[in-house]
């Protein structure tokens, strides 16, 4: 059996990254959509502690399954929050994580959002 989420569970969503109704109007249409967004934001703030109000509207205006998979992707293994900022503001043309800022093993300042 599929899981999909309910709107009442959506619609009881507490956390910072709760949704308003617009955005819950929007996951009656597209549930996965909308869990990929809550997902993908609770990796960052998994990784880097709070997150930029920008960077939360920026998310949560993302319309692209696969763009939001790839950014998840992006969270969970950038070592620096500069690193993953970058790759959102490369849009949707970004495909591929490589080079030295994805290096699991590189040390950095994970937390800083001074760039934003």
Not at 10 to 29: H, V
Not at 36 to 60: N, S
Not at 75 to 88: Q, S, V
């Amino acid at each position: 059996m599929v899981f999909k989420p309910s709107v009442e569970k959506l619609s009881q969503d507490k956390t910072p990254n709760s949704l308003t109704r617009e955005e819950l109007s929007s996951a009656i249409q597209d549930p996965w959509l909308a869990q990929d967004q809550a997902d993908l934001l609770a990796v960052l703030e998994l990784r880097f502690g709070d997150i930029p109000e920008g960077v939360i509207q920026q998310v949560r205006t993302l319309d692209d399954g696969n763009a939001l998979q790839r950014l998840i992707l992006v969270a969970a293994n950038a070592p620096t929050w500069e690193a993953f900022y970058t790759e959102l503001l490369a849009g949707p043309e970004a495909f591929r994580l490589v080079g030295e800022r994805f290096d699991p093993l590189r040390q950095g300042n994970v937390g800083d959002h001074s760039n934003v």
